[in-house]
């Protein structure tokens, strides 16, 4: 296994973690509510809430960071090598997933851990053995 020291920021990285973990923090000290971006997302597609704003603020600053982040440096830029189709239907798998395990892994990995849920570490086992799995898969069954 090689790895890439130019993108290993570990530094950075820590200071991300720091960062949403104190996000998650304020949002259920200050407004009772967990910081599992699709049940977020999810009460903004059902109409009529009386919480949009809080909802809409969160999501608004999903979009903002990264955009701030290439304004005052280097901008972060993705290398998918995947079709439209094949994005679409990892989304629809992910969301699909995300109704079943009755979260997401911000939710259940960052919020559902750290108060202890053992839904949430089910949850997050099976997230990351799917993922392991499909790395495993990809690159040593496939070739990729």
Same mark, same amino acid.
């Given at each position: ?59 608004a ?15 972060a ?15 629809? +798998? *992910?969301?699909?997933? $995300?109704?079943? @395990?009755? /979260? ?8 559902? %851990?750290?108060? &202890?849920s053992?839904?949430? +570490? *089910?949850?997050?086992? $099976?997230?990351? @053995?799917? /993922? ?8 040593? %069954?496939?070739? &990729?």
């Open positions: 296994m090689l790895i890439d020291l130019a993108s290993f920021t570990p530094g950075l990285s820590l200071a991300g973690g720091l960062i949403i973990g104190a996000a998650a923090t304020v949002l259920v000290l200050f407004n009772g509510r967990i910081a599992g971006i699709s049940g977020i997302l999810g009460g903004l597609l059902s109409l009529p809430r009386h919480d949009m704003a809080w909802r809409l603020a969160f999501v600053g999903l979009v903002a960071a990264p955009v701030l982040a290439s304004l005052l440096g280097k901008p830029v993705a290398d998918i090598q995947a079709g439209w189709g094949e994005i679409m239907v990892a989304g629809f +798998l *992910v969301g699909l997933g $995300t109704r079943y @395990a009755s /979260g997401c892994t911000s939710g259940h990995g960052v919020c559902g %851990l750290s108060r &202890g053992i839904r949430s +570490l *089910v949850a997050t086992v $099976t997230f990351m @053995a799917a /993922g392991f799995l499909t790395v495993f898969v990809q690159r040593h %069954l496939i070739g &990729g």
